[in-house]
């Protein structure tokens, strides 16, 4: 068994037809390990363009890399034949994000290469992100590399070079965690950080709330009346539907984010600008639900109702279809 450690780099056209949507792979960079202690082996080829013969002008300021070079290179199927020969038997891939997967399958199947697409290829961002940066942002491979203390004397952007450095961080992991976590167990990590994630800011997003309303003049504010159950009151008119203060346009608000026992919203009009509602539910002791709305102009402020926004649950509101009835007209009567 060997570890492959790979990265690609590829060249994209103007989306005006499907040949220029591909993204076609202008260089294969692999980094073999036969073990984790061991030093390894590099793999580097460039790719001759055939469907979008010149650098997309985003791709050369990424890459260091001239167009004779590619013009000079072997095609496409040469280098992948070469490339997985290489690899040897029972070969481990690993790559640096999942776009170099999507990426390779997309050529793959444009060249008629389906007899390699059936890889298991496992995305070591993923894991440094759950196991060392606790964090559900996708890290740059510049910052894990500083971050774990390797050496950088490589340039980056060049797939050979960042191969080298997916390999290393992977030993590295591995000295420190003994093993990597499963698909599995990644997906149970990452679901269990966005939990924590969202408790936290929900419990932010209550707090801050509870802080800014008393400083806070309501420019809009109404009892919107008794209700048999939240929904109702989220629903209806009264608590949905005001007129702008400066201009009486009708205004109506259309996700409701739910903190704690507030639910807010935000509503645009043309001429003055957003408008965000407070609506506060509360059940009363004999059983019905009342609902008090709350209007704020710009003082509320769009990084408060963007934290209700990420903390808040989102309750949808939308209209329900009227079927149109219609009238059919009478004939006239016959005369006798």
């Keep these: 068994m060997s570890y492959i450690f790979f990265d ?29 202690e061991d030093w390894g082996a590099a793999f580097s080829a460039y790719v001759r363009p055939t469907i979008h013969k010149r650098l997309h002008h985003r791709v050369r300021k990424i890459l260091p890399l001239d167009q004779n070079e590619l013009k000079n290179a072997a095609p496409f199927r040469k280098v992948v ?34 007899e390699y697409l059936d890889l298991e290829i496992y995305d070591l961002q993923r894991a440094y992100d759950l196991m060392v940066a606790h964090t559900d942002q996708q890290t740059a491979l510049k910052d894990a590399v500083s971050t774990l203390g390797l050496e950088a004397q490589l340039e980056y952007h060049d797939a050979g070079n960042d191969a080298f450095y997916t390999a290393r961080i ?27 994630k969202r408790r936290q800011a929900a419990l932010l997003a209550q707090t801050s709330l509870e802080a800014a309303l008393p400083e806070l003049e309501p420019v809009v504010q109404r009892d919107c009346g008794r209700f048999r159950t939240p929904e109702d009151c989220l629903k209806s008119r009264s608590a949905r539907v005001y007129r702008c203060p400066e201009c009486e346009e009708c205004l109506c608000s259309g996700t409701w984010y739910q903190v704690g026992n507030r639910y807010v919203a935000r509503s645009r009009c043309v001429e003055h600008g957003r408008y965000y509602s407070c609506l506060t539910v509360e059940q009363t002791p004999e059983g019905p639900y009342t609902g008090a709305l709350s209007v704020y102009g710009q003082s509320f402020g769009q990084e408060l109702f963007h934290l209700c926004k990420v903390g808040g649950v989102a309750t949808v509101m939308t209209k329900t279809p009227h079927k149109r009835r219609r009238r059919r007209k009478q004939k006239p009567a016959k005369q006798a």
Aim: proline residues 3%; hydrophobic residues 40%.
């Design 8 to 36: 690609l780099e590829w060249n994209q056209g103007y989306p005006r037809s499907e040949a220029d949507k591909l993204d076609e792979i202008i260089q294969i960079g692999a980094w073999r390990l036969d073990s984790w």
């Design 81 to 114: 034949r070469d490339f997985f020969r290489w690899c040897g038997k029972d070969p481990v891939f690993f790559t640096w994000g999942g776009c170099d997967a999507r990426v390779l399958d997309m050529n793959l199947c444009w060249y008629g290469m389906e």
């Design 170 to 196: 992977g030993a590295e992991m591995i000295r420190r965690f003994q093993t990597l976590p499963t698909e599995e167990e990644l997906c149970a990590g990452e679901e269990a950080f966005r939990q924590e």
